[in-house]
């Protein structure tokens, strides 16, 4: 069971940088960098894989200054909230810019919620958008983690050796996935709260079907059962987090927001959203 979920929340696809995005697209002024933090599995430091997509591309061709987080793929969030830390403090130092906006998906929210309090960025995070994090905690992995193969001895070696596949600096996968269930997350909320001087902003996406997005096919369902709607992987319910919430058109999937596909899903043009999200960021002074 813990291997097939695994392989199902793993949404890995090999992609080429030769669909760029076209030039001449009008200009976004931003007074700060924008950082994309991922969520598990994925890996943006010296990865062959590319987990954005076009969306960086296609950001820097609006004039928009894009970084990468460079947090473990299998990080808790006390460990990757101390990287992205590192990680802006050199952004900062480079662009000689107060502050940073932080879009993350999934996980990747959580690290930077984490962060903006534990190491109180409030004066150096202008925003934090969010999209299909489970900020309430995942039903997956209440399913994995209180399953019997994890607590078995194959199970917990299963864990490291994919933790140490990934090449990450410090990869946790048992305590990842502990952190990410419902439970946890509830103390998370309890205790990790707003900054005042950030600005927040929760998106979230959704399927119709398990058919919508067959990687998700045993999961999509699962979560349905238990949770309700929700992209495959996050249910709706627990990516509505504080008060400023946005549910995204179209049938898109857990990994399908990312761009990892690189073509229109629902008749959406993915890079399109992201463009949509520094645009508000634009308005608000950002």
Same mark, same amino acid.
Request: aromatic residues 8%; hydrophobic residues 35%; glycine residues 6%.
């Given at each position: 069971?813990?291997?097939?979920?695994?392989?199902?929340?793993?949404?890995?696809?090999?992609?080429?940088?030769?669909?760029?995005?076209?030039?001449?697209?009008?200009?976004?002024?931003?007074?700060?960098?924008?950082?994309?933090?991922?969520?598990?599995?994925?890996?943006?430091?010296?990865?062959?894989?590319?987990?954005? %997509?076009?969306?960086?591309?296609?950001?820097?061709?609006?004039?928009?200054?894009?970084?990468?987080?460079?947090?473990?793929?299998?990080?808790?969030?006390?460990?990757?909230?101390?990287?992205?830390?590192?990680?802006?403090?050199?952004?900062?130092?480079q662009t000689k810019k107060e502050k940073v906006n932080i879009i993350?998906?999934?996980?990747?929210?959580?690290?930077?919620?984490?962060?903006?309090?534990?190491?109180?960025?409030?004066?150096?995070?202008?925003?934090?958008?969010?999209?299909?994090?489970?900020?309430?905690?995942?039903?997956?992995?209440?399913?994995?983690?209180?399953?019997?193969?994890?607590?078995?001895?194959?199970?917990?070696?299963?864990?490291?050796?994919?933790?140490?596949?990934?090449?990450?600096?410090?990869?946790?996968?048992?305590?990842?996935?502990?952190?990410?269930?419902?439970?946890?997350?509830? %103390?998370?909320?309890?205790?990790?709260?707003?900054?005042?001087?950030?600005?927040?902003?929760?998106?979230?996406?959704?399927?119709?079907?398990?058919?919508?997005?067959?990687?998700?096919?045993?999961?999509?369902?699962?979560?349905?059962?238990?949770?309700?709607?929700?992209?495959?992987?996050?249910?709706?319910?627990?990516?509505?987090?504080?008060?400023?919430?946005?549910?995204?058109?179209?049938?898109?999937?857990?990994?399908?927001?990312?761009?990892?596909?690189?073509?229109?899903?629902?008749?959406?043009?993915?890079?399109?959203?992201?463009?949509?999200?520094?645009?508000?960021?634009?308005?608000?002074?950002?």
């Amino acid at each position: 069971m813990i291997i097939i979920a695994l392989i199902l929340i793993s949404s890995c696809t090999t992609i080429s940088n030769s669909d760029s995005t076209k030039k001449g697209n009008e200009q976004i002024i931003l007074n700060y960098p924008v950082v994309l933090v991922h969520g598990i599995v994925a890996q943006d430091r010296n990865s062959i894989i590319n987990f954005w %997509g076009r969306i960086p591309d296609t950001l820097t061709d609006r004039g928009v200054q894009v970084f990468l987080g460079n947090t473990d793929a299998w990080g808790d969030y006390e460990s990757n909230s101390a990287i992205l830390k590192e990680t802006i403090e050199k952004i900062l130092l480079q662009t000689k810019k107060e502050k940073v906006n932080i879009i993350a998906h999934s996980k990747g929210g959580l690290d930077s919620r984490y962060l903006i309090w534990k190491y109180d960025f409030g004066d150096k995070v202008a925003s934090l958008t969010t999209i299909c994090t489970p900020h309430h905690g995942a039903e997956i992995a209440d399913m994995i983690y209180n399953g019997k193969m994890i607590n078995t001895k194959i199970g917990k070696d299963f864990l490291l050796l994919i933790g140490k596949l990934s090449n990450d600096i410090n990869p946790n996968l048992e305590n990842v996935l502990y952190q990410l269930t419902t439970a946890e997350m509830k %103390g998370f909320n309890e205790t990790v709260l707003m900054d005042n001087k950030v600005y927040y902003h929760s998106l979230y996406t959704t399927i119709n079907s398990a058919f919508d997005d067959r990687l998700y096919l045993h999961t999509y369902r699962h979560i349905k059962k238990s949770a309700g709607a929700n992209d495959g992987l996050v249910s709706e319910t627990s990516a509505r987090w504080g008060y400023n919430i946005t549910k995204i058109k179209g049938r898109i999937s857990h990994s399908e927001i990312l761009d990892l596909k690189r073509r229109k899903i629902s008749g959406i043009h993915i890079p399109d959203i992201y463009c949509n999200i520094v645009k508000e960021l634009e308005i608000k002074g950002f």
